[in-house]
């Protein structure tokens, strides 16, 4: 079957220009994830959807940042007014839950962001 | 705080070594610990975790909880091994708090 997809696979954009990632999980999971992946960085937790519920949005690195998600399934991360800070591969994850347990979290491609 | 460290960026060993990848943690609850692998040009994916105790690939990792540590073993590394690992925690009653360490590259050279 289909796994986690993400769009765009590259965006390159302007210092102050908005941009919208946005995450497919796969079809029935339930819990989404999205993480940043700076240049030998290791992976950072951004926020995380259980159904269209972000229960925890501290991992946000300032108010420019917002994510929805939509219908239990389609998420899209927003970044305002970018900076040359904000330039990393941004990853997507889904898992059947987030339970106890800690479902397997199974990641897309990421899309890499590039800010001028 | 939650925090996974993994001390070792780069561990090299020469195919049919034995290998050993660090990671150490610190939670004050329970946590479920996870290692997670990225080959060259592909995506991120679970290797193993510890609920599981289960051997993938011929990976091992114990949770050693009076040591706060959950090491990745094998005991004959393969070229095919080298990738990059990523050592995981999860908590938080609902699972939602999760932790990847930086990352250990291993090269194993033929």
């Known amino acids: 079957g289909a796994g986690v997809s993400q769009s765009p696979s590259n965006k390159v954009t302007e210092k102050g220009k908005d941009v919208e990632l946005r995450c497919d999980p796969i079809?029935?999971?339930?819990?989404l994830y999205w993480y940043r992946q700076s240049l030998g960085q290791g992976l950072e937790f951004l926020i995380y959807f259980q159904g269209n519920s972000a229960p925890d949005k501290s991992g946000l690195p300032s108010d420019r940042f917002s994510a929805e998600r939509t219908g239990g399934s389609v998420s899209t991360l927003t970044i305002q007014r970018t900076q040359q800070e904000d330039s990393a591969v941004y990853l997507c994850?889904?898992?059947?839950?987030?339970?106890?347990?800690?479902?397997?979290?199974?990641f897309g491609p990421g899309t890499r962001l590039t800010v001028l | 705080a939650q925090r996974v460290t993994q001390p070792e960026k780069l561990l090299s060993v020469f195919k049919g070594a034995p290998v050993e990848l660090k990671c150490n943690y610190s939670?004050?609850?329970?946590?479920?610990l996870f290692w997670y692998v990225q080959y060259s040009r592909q995506r991120l994916q679970l290797l193993l975790r510890h609920i599981s105790r289960e051997s993938i690939k011929g990976f091992t990792a114990d949770l050693n909880k009076g040591e706060t540590s959950f090491h990745l073993k094998k005991p004959f590394a393969q070229e095919e091994d080298s990738a990059m690992y990523y050592c995981a925690l999860s908590g938080g009653y609902y699972g939602q708090n999760f932790v990847f360490g930086p990352g250990t590259r291993l090269s194993v050279l033929p």
């Open positions: 994850a889904s898992s059947l839950t987030s339970g106890r347990g800690g479902d397997t979290q199974y």
């Open positions: 939670y004050s609850g329970s946590p479920e």
């Open positions: 079809s029935g999971h339930t819990a």
